[in-house]
């Protein structure tokens, strides 16, 4: 039979937008870090209010371990960066890793 245009079409490439894979941020408590210097991090880096940062900050101490908050990859390294470069600047021994949410 004669070639037709539909004889070579392929399947249409459909953008399918995948939602980001999500990672929270989590503080692990230590016996050294102020108090104080915790809250003031999870205020600046997560924009929680000072009552929510003393919530997790409590948390964290009395529990060992605390989400900040939850993000995509890139933005969850980025803030976990930020606050192990706060704590060394400080000379706070703070942790802070990410976990797939
Ligand atoms: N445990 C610390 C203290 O008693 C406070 C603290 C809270 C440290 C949370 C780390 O992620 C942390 N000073």
């Known amino acids: 039979r004669?070639?037709?245009d539909s004889d070579l079409a392929v399947a249409p490439q459909v953008a399918k937008p995948k939602p980001p894979e999500l990672f929270k941020v989590l503080l692990?408590?230590?016996d050294y870090t102020?108090?104080?210097f915790v809250v003031a991090v999870i205020e600046r880096?997560?924009?929680k209010t000072r009552e929510q940062a003393?919530?997790?900050m409590l948390k964290v101490h009395?529990?060992?371990v605390g989400v900040c908050?939850?993000?995509p990859q890139d933005i969850a390294e980025t803030k976990m960066h930020q606050v192990l470069e706060s704590a060394r600047e400080a000379q706070h021994p703070l942790q802070?890793?990410?976990e797939a949410a």
């Open 54 to 56: 003393t919530q997790i």
């Open 96 to 98: 802070c890793v990410i």
């Open 69 to 71: 908050g939850v993000y």
């Open 2 to 4: 004669p070639k037709r």
């Open 34 to 36: 102020p108090m104080e």
């Open 28 to 30: 692990l408590n230590d």
């Open 45 to 47: 880096f997560f924009s």
């Open 62 to 64: 009395t529990e060992g």
